[in-house]
């Protein structure tokens, strides 16, 4: 009876676990992990004193990986030999790290890994791990904090280092350009930055956005932030750094050729007014041309070519004198082609520009027509730029009206002696109705002048207002969308911004971003008000 009751049973948990195989779904695999690495222990131990070893092992609970550990990890004070550290590229339950550097004595050491460390499963990021030691007797505990901030863009600045210079008897400002800093932390992916484990003394403080990832301040391609005074630990202060680029010294590269009578010249700094002077002797009927590209650091120099081994040159400005040679080998000229600035609407704010490849030098207006929708010729005038690539072709503009274009060949003629094709422009304007007014309202307790900036969403300037004084500033006229807008402090009133300088200990002049967003419809008028502290 016991062996029936028992095969009876052994069935029935048969049928059970065959009828439970065999139903049809999906396994659920249990919840996701979203809990970082856990440090189970460090050889030796995290904050040991007196550290003479050259080998690190730190353990954790489950299998890691290293991520982007060359962008992550901070080292304070730097190491002028980076340490080897495992694993790369594979999982595994420890962390290594070979000590490469000769280190100092009485001093605290930070290895900050960021945000690298992750589990090799989920990647949950063990964030701003830190493993401390000193090579003196006590840990360092003094820290400082604060925030970094790019005002020239709307969006976070990441990844900046934020430095600590010791400020002694043998500090001087040019530490920077030439030595890492004593302390240094990174605000990885916010604004914010905390420098700890800081040494009682006085230092300077000052942030980069490091081009080449130097540590080291290099003008023509890092972006500086600094706190004028320096600072006293203990300290319970917080600071606030804005970044800016210098303008470097002039310093013009020598030029190279485009094509046959085409030259560039490179430079860096401000080169407004420089004067290029041709030294070798020329024909009479020899001219020249030059144009500045904007938003680059470009100068193209246009000249009638004549035969020659070889061009001489001098660059000038103020102070500033050099000499160079260009050997011409092109034979390809440029050949000259125009456009409209618009082949289709042409905003009642805006002039009608005609924009040429090369240097235009001569107009034939005779070749020109403008003839509007009732057929009549429309009187015009033209201006050139600021360069002789683009004509402005000024005319009285009536809304919601169509205009015709007739530009027909040898209306312009460039510096090679050479024609335009015809060009043809069919071109319309809108109602008034169709735009929107925006009144920009600057409260202010600063007796400054203010630039006025309003930006689209891709952060271009469309339209910019100069005032004296708080007041208002008023944009009409514009298109339909959305607007943010950015405010300097022009504290010379020389209607620009300024940027700082270090040496100088001169700081930038204020840009207040706005990220609110501006929603202008056709035929409304948006009033806003904006405070500049």
């Given amino acids: 009876m016991k062996l029936y009751l028992f095969k009876l049973l052994s069935l029935v948990l048969l049928s059970n676990l065959l009828f439970s195989c065999a139903r049809r779904g999906n396994p659920t695999g249990g919840d996701k992990d979203t809990i970082p690495p856990i440090l189970i222990k460090s050889i030796p131990a995290n904050e040991t004193v007196n ?15 290293l991520d982007d550990i060359r962008k992550n990890l901070i080292i304070s004070p730097p190491q002028k030999n980076e340490p080897i550290i495992t694993p790369v590229g594979t999982a595994s339950k420890f962390i290594s790290i070979t000590i490469l550097d000769t280190l100092d004595a009485n001093i605290t050491y930070l290895y900050n890994f960021g945000n690298s460390i992750v589990d090799n499963n989920e990647s949950n990021k063990l964030g701003n791990f830190k493993y401390v030691f000193s090579t003196g007797s006590y840990i360092d505990s003094l820290l400082v904090n604060g925030e970094v901030f790019d005002p020239m863009v709307k969006e976070t600045s990441k990844n900046l280092d934020v430095m600590l210079y010791e400020y002694d008897s043998t500090y001087t400002d040019s530490v920077i350009f030439k030595q890492k800093p004593r302390y240094i932390s990174n605000t990885l992916d916010s604004t914010l930055f905390e420098i700890t484990n ?35 630990f203990p300290t319970d202060s917080s600071y606030t750094l804005s970044i800016f680029k210098e303008v470097p010294k002039l310093k013009v590269i020598k030029p190279k050729e485009v094509n046959k009578g085409h030259l560039v010249f490179g430079y860096k700094g401000i080169a407004k007014d420089l004067s290029i002077n041709i030294l070798t002797e020329t024909p009479y009927n020899f001219k020249s041309e030059i144009i500045y590209e904007k938003d680059k650091d470009t100068i193209n120099y246009w000249y009638t070519p004549f035969e020659a081994d070889s061009l001489n040159f001098s660059v000038s400005k103020g102070d500033y004198f050099e000499e160079f040679v260009v050997k011409p080998r092109s034979s390809k000229r440029d050949t000259l082609k125009i456009n409209g600035s618009t082949t289709n609407i042409l905003h009642l704010n805006d002039t009608l520009s005609i924009v040429s490849n090369t240097p235009i030098v001569k107009i034939d207006t005779s070749l020109i027509s403008i003839i509007d929708q009732d057929t009549v010729n429309v009187k015009f005038n033209t201006q050139y730029s600021n360069s002789k690539n683009k004509i402005y072709l000024n005319f009285n503009k009536q809304q919601d009206s169509k205009y015709n274009i007739k530009i027909l060949p040898n209306a312009f003629t460039d510096i090679y002696n050479t024609a335009n094709d015809s060009l043809f422009l069919d071109i319309v304007t809108k109602k008034i109705e169709d735009y929107g007014i925006l009144k920009v309202n600057v409260i202010s307790s600063k007796k400054s002048s203010f630039i006025v900036e309003i930006l689209n969403n891709r952060d271009e300037v469309i339209r910019t207002a100069k005032i004296n004084k708080p007041e208002t500033a008023k944009f009409e006229l514009l298109e339909p969308g959305n607007y ?48 500049i502290d």
């Fill in 198 to 232: 800081i040494r009682k003394g006085k230092y300077m403080l000052i942030a980069l956005k490091d081009a080449n990832g130097n540590k080291i301040y290099d003008p023509d391609i890092d972006k500086i932030g600094f706190v004028k005074d320096t600072l006293s």
């Fill in 484 to 531: 943010f807008v950015r405010i300097t402090t022009d504290e010379n009133s020389n209607g620009k911004w300024d940027t700082g300088n270090f040496l100088e200990k001169r700081q930038p002049e204020t840009i207040k971003y706005f990220d609110k967003i501006l929603e202008l419809r056709a035929n409304w008028e948006l009033d806003e008000t904006f405070v």
């Fill in 51 to 65: 550290f003479k070893t050259k080998k690190i092992k730190i353990y954790f609970d489950e299998y890691i990986k």
